[in-house]
Nanobody, 122 residues
Framework: VQLQASGGGLVQAGDSLRLSCAGS????????VGWFRQAPGKEREFVAA????????DYADSVAGRFTISRASAKNTVYLQMNSLKPEDTAVYYC????????????????WGQGTQVTVSS
């Protein structure tokens, strides 16, 4: 499966952004999708994930209540709606896919999109 992440940009604190992860190739509906982020000098960290059906989701504590992950199966796309953005959300955001169930552990994902930069100014 191939993944294409998009939607990043430069925003101010308190603004919103919606990231998209478009999947193609194999049956994308069989894959769970996770969003991860990596800031300069920091390790890659889990942000949010959704299972193959869209019926289960998970969030990092740092984004719970502000970010929402969803999927539009007809469009083979997973979205990450990010509200009330903070400067500490600044990072390169990556989407990744694995069969069926999600994981918060990034090495368990076999397919990755290119990153999209999110920069939040104070």
């Amino acid at each position: 499966v191939q993944l294409q992440a998009s939607g990043g940009g430069l925003v101010q604190a308190g603004d919103s952004l919606r990231l998209s992860c478009a999947g193609s190739g194999r049956t994308f509906s069989d894959y769970a999708v996770g969003w991860f982020r990596q800031a300069p000098g920091k390790e890659r960290e889990f942000v949010a994930a959704i299972n193959y059906s869209g019926g289960r989701t998970d969030y990092a504590d740092s984004v719970a209540g502000r970010f929402t992950i969803s999927r539009a199966s007809a469009k083979n796309t997973v979205y990450l709606q990010m509200n009330s953005l903070k400067p500490e959300d600044t990072a390169v955001y990556y989407c990744a896919a694995r069969r069926w169930q999600y994981s918060s552990n990034w090495p368990e994902y076999g397919y990755w999109g290119q990153g999209t930069q999110v920069t939040v100014s104070s």
